[in-house]
């Protein structure tokens, strides 16, 4: 009787198209953390997910943020100068890990990314929030913009750093969707990977202070190899967090064979390295990056008229596919009415969605493979369709009307000539 129950379950699921392949690997997975994901960072694709939109208190993986928006509004040779009332306008904000920063105190935004990432410290972050927007106030308004522009919606930040409040949470999703922009910025991950780096003394601090207060270790254990049980090979950037309230989080990058993977762990009971490094484990062994076009690399074509206009991609297209799979993109380009368009090579004339088994991956644009000028030229000149005359045509015409004005001026003169002999013979008589 069960048997034949089994029998009649597998052909009921087979019947309506439910997929009865689980992934032993992911199915092993034991995350402790409430919320995890592990991203793609070239596409952005989910590859594993827990909880992953549900949003909690980050602690210090908040300074991601704080560093994007740092590499995106500074130079690192910019020098920051404190305001005179830094320490007691600032004074909640500064608890726990700091370099000590004084008042009036000149120092380099890139000794402060050094503190903010590798110390985790909190006077960094908000000297920078401070530098960049006037205030920590005006700054998280800021990271709020910055992240609904990266697609994050479980996200509002309250402060720079992380310090518990009760209304500043994010996801697993979103500090993945803000992970994957920061590792962009090759200056992060020079940062991110050094083990141990020392701040020059400023004009608020001597070397002996410098030593004592500023001198850093990189806390990210995965990307430090002093941490031999931890260390993971590849691991380009990351950052832990900690509070009593917020409990643990961590987030973290790592390359191999080209393809580069997001994992981020938000409330969680333990500093999380052990579950990101089985993570990108499972993530490595299971997927790999595809290229489906590399940028200038012909899509399609567009006639127009007795005109061939290649249509090239306009970036590189890429998508994950399981190890071994046999599944490949599929997309068609319609052939819409660019006729009346002027384009110049480069510019986007079409796009088409990419799927692979029925689900959107991405969407493919296109761009013109010649020139404006190129394609006016031959367009004008060679296509009936869209040209009343042509050039040879023109040409001719002006010719013909050319030299009937001129017989028609020879034949005037020779009349206006004969008719003045005409009187004069008659005159004379």
Excluded at 206 to 222: I, P
Excluded at 241 to 252: D, F, K
Excluded at 293 to 301: N, P, Q
């Amino acid at each position: 009787m069960k048997k034949l129950f089994s029998i009649l379950l597998i052909f009921i699921l087979m019947i309506v198209n439910i997929p009865l392949k689980v992934d032993a690997a992911e199915d092993k997975i034991n995350v402790v953390a409430d919320s995890a994901v592990l991203m793609d960072a070239a596409t952005g694709e989910i590859l594993y997910s827990k909880n992953m939109d549900d949003a909690y208190p980050p602690a210090s993986t908040t300074k991601t943020m704080t560093a994007l928006l740092t590499f995106e509004n500074c130079k690192l040779d910019d020098v920051v100068t404190t305001p005179k009332d830094f320490t007691s306008k600032n004074l909640a904000l500064l608890d726990g890990n700091s370099i000590v920063l004084d008042n009036e105190e000149q120092i380099k935004v890139k000794d402060l990314l050094y503190a903010l990432l590798l110390r985790s410290a909190n006077d960094a972050a908000v000297a920078l929030a401070v530098h960049i927007s006037g205030s920590t106030e005006k700054f998280a308004e800021l990271m709020n913009k910055r992240a609904a522009e990266l697609g994050c919606t479980d996200t509002h930040f309250q402060n720079p750093n992380g310090l518990y409040d009760k209304d500043h949470k994010t996801s697993a999703r979103d500090l993945a969707l803000i992970m994957r922009e920061l590792a962009k910025h090759p200056e992060y991950t020079q940062i991110a990977t050094t083990a141990t780096y020392n701040i020059e003394p400023t004009n608020k601090s001597d070397a002996k202070k410098s030593q004592l207060d500023r001198s850093l270790w990189n806390e990210n254990k995965l990307a430090n190899k002093n941490f031999k049980s931890y260390y993971y090979e590849g691991c380009d950037g990351g950052k832990t967090g900690y509070t009593v309230q917020s409990m643990h989080s961590y987030v973290a990058t790592a390359v191999r064979n080209g393809q580069r993977l997001v994992v981020a762990l938000v409330h969680s009971k333990d500093n999380g390295f052990n579950d990101a490094r089985a993570l990108f484990d499972y993530g490595f062994s299971h997927y790999e990056l595809k290229t489906l076009f590399k940028k200038g690399d012909k899509v399609s074509e567009y006639k127009v008229g007795n005109t061939t206009i290649p249509l090239v991609a306009s970036d590189n297209f890429f998508y994950v596919t399981e190890k071994n799979s046999k599944d490949s993109p599929q997309y068609n380009v319609n052939q819409q009415d660019i006729t009346k368009k002027t384009f110049s090579k480069g510019d986007i004339l079409l796009d088409t969605n990419v799927t692979m088994n029925g689900k959107k991956i991405g969407v493919l644009k296109l761009a013109a493979g010649i020139s404006n000028e190129s394609a006016i030229k031959s367009v004008n000149l060679n296509n009936p369709t869209t040209n009343k005359f042509n050039l040879p045509i023109l040409i001719l015409l002006g010719v013909i009307i050319l030299l009937a004005v001129r017989i028609w001026l020879v034949a005037k003169r020779r009349k206006n000539k004969r008719k003045r002999i005409y009187n004069f013979q008659r005159r004379n008589s």
